[in-house]
C-alpha cells in the first residue's frame, strides 16, 4: 500500500437524538440537507477540495441508509483503488465485539487501517457539521509549527462559550488548556471538532487511553488533556468561514432557509468549492398550470400543482392542486396531497400530509412542525 501524507477519518456514528423523528430511522449524517444533499456530503466534499484521497467513515447508529448513500465513494471522486472512501463498522475479534465506546475508541479499533497507509497526518473529522474549508490550509498552518495536535477553533461569544470545549492559547496561538463546557470560560476560542494530528504522536496517545481505566475514550475529555500534560505541542488554528451545528431542529431549520436568502451567508452553490452529492438523478421538476412558486428551492423530480412559498423541495417532492406549502422543508420523496397545507414544517422522507391535511407549526412559541420518515399524517 502506497504511503501517504494524509489521511482523513470521519466519525458519521453519532444517533443525533435531538433531530428527534428526523434520525430515528437513520444516522445524523444521512438526513437530508439543502434539497438534493446530505449533512455528510459537506466533511467528504471538503476531503475532496482539500486533496484528500483517503477517508474512513466511522458508522454505527443505524447505518443501512448512510452506507447505502456512500456507495463506493465514486460521488465524490473517492473510488480510487489506492486510497478512495471505506466504510469501517464495529467489528468482532478474538476477544469478542462491541460498540464504539467513545470518539477516540472509534479511531482506536482502525488503527490497523490508518497503519496501512503509513500517513505523516491524520485528519479527525465530524459528519454531521455544515461547512466548507479548505484542510490543506489548516495542514500547512500545522506543519509550520511542527505541532502534534492542531484544533479548530471558531471565536464565539463569551455566553456561548460555556456550550463549547474551549480552548486557552498563547501569543503564539500554542494551547495552554482545554476546558469543556466551562461555567466560567477564559477564552471564547471553540473547538470545532476537527483535528489534525501527527500520526505518531496520536497514535501512541490513543493506545496509553485504550489502557487507561478510569477514561471515557473521549478526544475532548482524554486525548487532549492527556498530550497537554505530556507537554507536546498543541495549537489552535482560527477559522473565520461559515461553520454550523445542525444538532437540533431549529438549528437545522434556520441553516436551510438562510439559504432563500438574497444574500447568501453560505453559498451552497459556489462552484470553485463544490459541494458533491450522490443524489440519484430524477427527471426535470414539473410545474402545473395552476401552480404557484415563490423563493423557494425546488430540486429535480418535483411536481407541483399547488403553491409554494419560502421553502425548500427536495428531489420527487410532490405538491398536488390548491395545496399550500409555505416556510417549510420537504425531505425526498414526500408527497403533499390535494388541499392540504404544511406551514412552517419538516417534513421527512416519503411521508404523506393527506389531502386536505394541516401540518402547521408557527404557534404561539413559534415552533417548527415536525413529522419523521414512512409517515402518514391525516389531521385536518
Known amino acids: 500500500m502506497r504511503k501517504k501524507e494524509c489521511v482523513a477519518m470521519l466519525l458519521a456514528g453519532g444517533q443525533g437524538s435531538r433531530l428527534g423523528a428526523l434520525t430515528r430511522k437513520i444516522a445524523k449524517p444521512a438526513v437530508a440537507f439543502g434539497g438534493k444533499y446530505r449533512i455528510i456530503d459537506f466533511s467528504l466534499s471538503n476531503c475532496v477540495n482539500s486533496n484528500i484521497d483517503t477517508v474512513g467513515v466511522l458508522t454505527q447508529y443505524k447505518p443501512l441508509v448512510l452506507n447505502a448513500y456512500l456507495g463506493n465513494g465514486a460521488a465524490w471522486d473517492l473510488d480510487s483503488s489506492d486510497g478512495g472512501l471505506h466504510v469501517l463498522q464495529p467489528y468482532s475479534t478474538e476477544t469478542g465485539g462491541r460498540w464504539y465506546d467513545g470518539t477516540a475508541d472509534a479511531i482506536y479499533r482502525n488503527v490497523d487501517f490508518i497503519d496501512r497507509y503509513n500517513p505523516e497526518y491524520v485528519v479527525i473529522l465530524s459528519g454531521d457539521h455544515i461547512y466548507k474549508m479548505d484542510y490543506d490550509d489548516m495542514l500547512r498552518y500545522h506543519k509550520e509549527n511542527n ?26 496561538m500554542r494551547i495552554t488548556k482545554f476546558t469543556e463546557k466551562p461555567k466560567n ?33 473521549d478526544f475532548g475529555k482524554n486525548i487532549i488533556p492527556l498530550l497537554l ?39 451552497i452553490f459556489e462552484e470553485k468549492r463544490r459541494v458533491f452529492s450522490n443524489s440519484n438523478i430524477s427527471p426535470p421538476h414539473y410545474f402545473g398550470d395552476n401552480a404557484k412558486v415563490d423563493r423557494s428551492l425546488i430540486c429535480n423530480g418535483c411536481q407541483i400543482l399547488g403553491t ?8 420527487d417532492v410532490y405538491v398536488g392542486e390548491d395545496a399550500v406549502v409555505e416556510d417549510s422543508i420537504i425531505l ?22 393527506c389531502e386536505n391535511a394541516c401540518f ?21
Open 185 to 217: 470560560p477564559d477564552s471564547t476560542l471553540a473547538s470545532m471538532g476537527i483535528y489534525i494530528f501527527t500520526w505518531k504522536y496520536l497514535r501512541a496517545a490513543l493506545f496509553e487511553d485504550h489502557y487507561d481505566p478510569d477514561s471515557e475514550h
Open 308 to 315: 409554494v412559498k419560502n421553502s425548500i423541495l427536495s428531489p
Open 360 to 380: 402547521c407549526g408557527g404557534n404561539e412559541n413559534n415552533k417548527i412542525a415536525l413529522i419523521g420518515d414512512n409517515e402518514r399524517y391525516e389531521s385536518a
Open 147 to 172: 505541532a502534534a495536535l492542531t484544533v479548530s477553533v471558531i471565536e464565539v461569544t463569551m455566553e456561548e462559550a460555556s456550550r463549547f470545549g474551549i480552548m486557552t492559547v498563547d501569543e503564539n
Open 229 to 267: 500534560s505530556q507537554d507536546k505541542p498543541l495549537y489552535a488554528y482560527t477559522f473565520e468561514g461559515y461553520w454550523k451545528d445542525v444538532g437540533t431542529i431549529e438549528s437545522y431549520y434556520d441553516a436551510q432557509m438562510a439559504l432563500l436568502e438574497d444574500e447568501l451567508e453560505f453559498d
Open 332 to 353: 425526498p420523496g414526500a408527497v403533499i396531497e390535494k388541499g392540504a397545507r404544511v406551514i412552517k414544517a419538516i417534513v421527512g422522507e416519503s411521508t404523506t400530509i
